[in-house]
């Protein structure tokens, strides 16, 4: 396929430099020479068979060199037109693989749903924030549980030794109240 493009293309080369170097011997140039060349009868012009016949010749290498070059010039345009169709299939399969390719980087899958990174961010930051909210109260709640805690123990400190000293002053007024009776019953027993 590709020899035959450039055998294609060697020809034309040929052909056309052919044609530029015999410019003044163009078919109409012929056709003036033949022309002017001619004899005049009455009110005909005669021609020499064998000039004419030369021109014919001409004209129909001209013409099927031209044919030649339409014929290899339409190969080639459908070869581009295909090469150019393939391009745009494969445009088209790599702009699909593109965008899958974007998608792809652009999203993430979280919890088995495909999201799209700012989207996924904003979830995360917001998770974040809601659990550093709920640690700030959490850790007011156990600072002022804390700081109850402590009063508590105080108080319970301070109601125990209340209590101990109530005991022991129970007790002291106990014993003070035997021993008044004690001695009373002793007063008694000696009278």
Avoid: C, P
């Avoid at 129909?60 to 745009?88: A, H, P, W």
């Amino acid at each position: 396929m590709k020899k035959a493009i450039i055998l294609s293309a060697t020809l034309l080369t040929l052909t056309l430099s052919s044609y530029s170097q015999s410019s003044t011997n163009t078919i109409e140039n012929q056709f003036n020479t033949l022309i002017s060349q001619s004899n005049n009868w009455q009110n005909y012009k005669v021609v020499e068979k064998n000039k004419f016949q030369q021109l014919q010749q001409n004209v129909k290498d001209s013409i099927n060199s031209l044919q030649t070059t339409i014929r290899q010039n339409n190969t080639i345009v459908i070869e581009q037109k295909t090469l150019v169709d393939s391009l745009s299939n494969q445009l088209q399969v790599l702009q699909k693989d593109l965008k899958i390719a974007i998608d792809k980087e652009n999203n993430l899958d979280f919890i088995g749903i495909s999201t799209h990174k700012s989207t996924f961010q904003i979830i995360v930051w917001s998770i974040i924030l809601i659990l550093l909210l709920i640690l700030g109260i959490l850790f007011i709640q156990f600072k002022k549980s804390y700081s109850d805690t402590k009063d508590a123990r105080k108080k319970q400190i301070e109601t125990e030794s209340e209590l101990e000293e109530y005991k022991k002053n129970s007790l002291e007024r106990e014993q003070k109240v035997r021993r008044q009776l004690q001695d009373e019953i002793n007063k008694n027993k000696r009278i």
